[in-house]
Structure formats: C-alpha cells, structure tokens
C-alpha cells in the first residue's frame, strides 16, 4: 500500500463513509486539529514521569478515536467513538495529579521545564481543536462526548504541565495585573 493517492490534490478528501468533502470543511479542520494535538502530545513523550507517558499514551490512542468519531458523518453502532467511560478515566487522572499538587490559587503562566511548557502547549492545541469541534457541531451532527473529552483533556494538559513542574522543582509563574 502506497501512502500517496492523489485523491486529495484538488483539495477534497474522503470521511469515513467515503463521501467526499472539501479539505476546508468544518469536520476536517476538527479532526485535523486533534491529529495536531495528537502529534504534540507524541512530542512530549518521554517526559520523565512514566505515569505521565503511560497516560499520555492513552490520550493519543482515545484522540484517534475522537478523529474516527468526527471523520464519520453517519455512524453505526459498532464504528469508534468515544464515551463517557474515556472522560471519566481522564477526570481520574486529573483528580490523581492534583491530590500530589498545591492547591491552585490563581492563573498560572505557560511555562516551566521542556515537558511542562510542552504540555501547556498541547492544551492550547486542545483548545483549539474543541473550538472547532464546537463549530463542527452547530452545523452538523456529532458525539457530543467528543467534544466533552476535548474540554477535559485540555483540563488534563494543564494539571499534568503543573506536574510535570512541580516533580521537575520548577516554581510556577503567575501573571501580574
């Protein structure tokens, strides 16, 4: 199998029940913003912290499925998409984290060692890719959970940046007014 086609180079792809749509379409700038988020969050891994990587891992195969999810316009039953069970593992880990860290206080600054300022980063993606999954589903059908997982995920980069910090021994900035 050849990774080249030719079928997208007069800017149309195909979704996952094969019609075809406009490279610009709201679904593809969805899920083509989580594979971005996706191939960050594979930038940050290792980060030290094999608990981190081990859950890290996870998020990458659950953003496959987010992907999955949105590229299928008219899902059946048995095709991929995420469920409560992949927010509720992603609130655990977050509950874990903060139970190791201070309380937090205040905004924090976007920052820290090579891992954390890399994981603030992947959130920032995340953002993105569920603002445009947002728009994605004012104008068309999706798992609502998908887009629910994207906002908790976004919560996990943050707390999971703060770990990574407060394990590296690097203090956390907050912003002056």
Same mark, same amino acid.
Do not use: C
């Given at each position: ?15 996952? =029940? ?10 593809? &700038?969805?899920?083509?913003?989580? /594979? !971005? *988020?996706? #191939? ?30 949105f590229?299928?316009?008219d899902?059946? =039953? ?10 509720? &593992?992603?609130?655990?880990?977050? /509950? !874990? *984290?903060? #139970?190791?860290?201070?309380?937090l ?40 959970v998908?887009?629910?997982y994207?906002?908790?995920?976004? /919560? ?22």
């Open positions: 199998m050849t990774v080249y086609t030719g079928r997208g180079d007069e800017g149309m792809t195909d979704l996952r =029940d094969m019609s075809r749509v406009s490279k610009t379409s709201s679904r593809i &700038e969805a899920y083509g913003t989580v /594979d !971005e *988020a996706n #191939a960050l969050i594979g930038t940050i891994r290792p980060s030290g912290y094999d608990d981190v990587d081990d859950r890290l891992e996870r998020i990458q195969n659950h953003l496959h499925i987010v992907q999955a999810d590229a299928n316009p899902p059946d =039953d048995d095709d991929p998409a995420v469920d409560e069970a992949h927010v509720e &593992e992603l609130e655990a880990w977050i /509950d !874990e *984290a903060e #139970a190791e860290l201070d309380p206080q205040s905004f924090v600054l976007p920052g820290g060692s090579e891992a954390g300022a890399a994981l603030h980063h992947a959130r920032t993606v995340v953002r993105r890719a569920e603002r445009r999954a947002v728009d994605l589903a004012d104008a068309d059908p999706v798992n609502p998908a887009v629910a994207l906002n908790r995920l976004s /919560d996990a980069l943050f707390t999971f940046g703060r770990l990574v910090n407060a394990r590296d021994g690097v203090r956390e900035d907050r912003p002056t007014y």
